[in-house]
């Protein structure tokens, strides 16, 4: 199966929203772990974060009806919808990880 460059976008994105394993990830997307490394490779890391107007949508990939309003120190708000706590926990980290890059 081909996909669009703007699915595999999406796939990698989603990827690094979630706390899996590239292993994992494929296995229940149906994708083949070599083409996810080649498709990194080749579009390299998803964009930390694309702001338009102030705002960035994240994937989950398991929505559930969890909402969450976040108020970070530097005054920034953040309000996340269908992200499990273990989402939310892995993306405070990766947050975290580039506050301090």
Do not use: N
């Not at 070599?34 to 990939?61: D, E, I, N």
């Amino acid at each position: 199966m081909r996909h669009s460059p703007a699915a595999i976008r999406r796939f990698l994105t989603q990827h690094a929203a979630s706390s899996h394993t590239i292993a994992a990830f494929c296995a229940d997307h149906g994708l083949k772990v070599a083409t996810f490394y080649a498709w990194k490779r080749k579009y390299g890391p998803p964009a930390a974060a694309t702001v338009s107007g102030g705002f960035y949508q994240l994937c989950p990939t398991a929505p559930t009806g969890a909402a969450w309003s976040l108020r970070l120190p530097s005054g920034l708000r953040l309000e996340l919808s269908g992200l499990s706590p273990r989402e939310l926990a892995h993306l405070l980290l990766e947050l975290e990880r580039g506050a301090h890059a």
